[in-house]
């Protein structure tokens, strides 16, 4: 029990990442009414083009994190052109289809390019750390945390407090409506793709420095979050939170008390509790059904 408090500060660490990841599937829901496959890959491609630049080029590691983050962007709008837009008016089915093809795709590629191997991505402070009363503060987990609460708000405020946010969520309702109110609903899915990627992107460079730049990081990441967004309710801003925070939390004790190789088992098996006690999830709202 003397490392519960360090498991705790690891957990909710990692758990960041998944809220992160998380809070690029509750955009695209609540924007675009789209679930995208292919979140994971955004994290997994901004870690390599983090690689690229910062190893490859030898570019400053604060240059190439922002270049990073804003080519991740332009990668969205690149790919909802691609992947969204061409079907927007035929369904979720084939939208979400075309995102799973889209993932399986830039998986290949990666790999294709670089190979099984691993790379390695240094973090942004030299130091490793420090401690605070008997926990060890990691500076990569520390920045991590310190990075997601402050996207995490700004998302908050965007969405419930201002004009934007409104507009996004309207354009997610009722297209045609929101377009006959002078919304613009193409800039307004544009935008929430590219900052989605962005998202993706930054949580792939900052969780890169734990567990190294591969072709599997990003599946992986990618069905936690989603397991995160259904356990804190679908499309829930503070459930995507909580649920990857959860999810983080549990996994790291479970490692520690239970069984390190069934650490990526624990986050599932909490999602089969989580549907058996409340199918929708923490946050989520029951919606009743037609007989």
Do not use: C, H
Not at 1 to 27: D, R
């Amino acid at each position: 029990m003397s490392l519960l408090p360090q498991l705790l500060f690891t957990g909710i660490g990692i758990g960041s990442i998944y809220a992160l990841v998380a809070l690029g599937f509750v955009l695209l829901i609540r924007s675009a009414n789209v679930v995208n496959f292919a979140q994971g890959e955004f994290s997994m491609l901004g870690a390599y083009v983090m690689v690229v630049l910062l190893v490859g080029f030898g570019i400053n590691y604060v240059v190439a994190l922002v270049l990073a983050v804003l080519l991740m962007g332009l990668f969205g709008v690149i790919f909802a052109g691609v992947t969204y837009w061409p079907l927007r008016d035929r369904g979720q089915i084939p939208v979400i289809i075309s995102t799973i093809g889209a993932s399986i795709l830039l998986s290949n590629l990666v790999l294709a390019t670089y190979g099984p191997s691993p790379q390695v991505l240094p973090g942004l402070f030299n130091g490793s750390g420090f401690l605070v009363g008997n926990v060890f503060m990691d500076t990569q987990y520390l920045s991590i945390i310190v990075v997601a609460a402050l996207l995490v708000t700004l998302q908050y405020l965007v969405f419930e407090k201002t004009l934007v946010g409104k507009k996004l969520q309207a354009t997610s309702q009722d297209k045609e409506m929101a377009s006959l109110l002078g919304i613009p609903i193409i800039v307004m899915i544009f935008a929430i793709f590219a900052y989605s990627a962005a998202l993706g992107g930054l949580a792939g460079i900052l969780v890169a420095p734990i567990l190294f730049v591969s072709v599997g990081m990003g599946p992986l990441i990618a069905l936690k979050a989603f397991a995160a967004n259904i356990i804190g309710g679908f499309g829930s801003i503070p459930g995507a939170i909580l649920g990857g925070l959860t999810i983080g939390v549990v996994e790291t004790l479970g490692a520690a008390y239970i069984s390190v190789p069934y650490k990526d088992a624990f986050a599932f098996l909490m999602l089969i509790v989580v549907l058996l006690i409340r199918p929708q999830g923490v946050f989520g709202e029951r919606v009743a059904e037609k007989a």
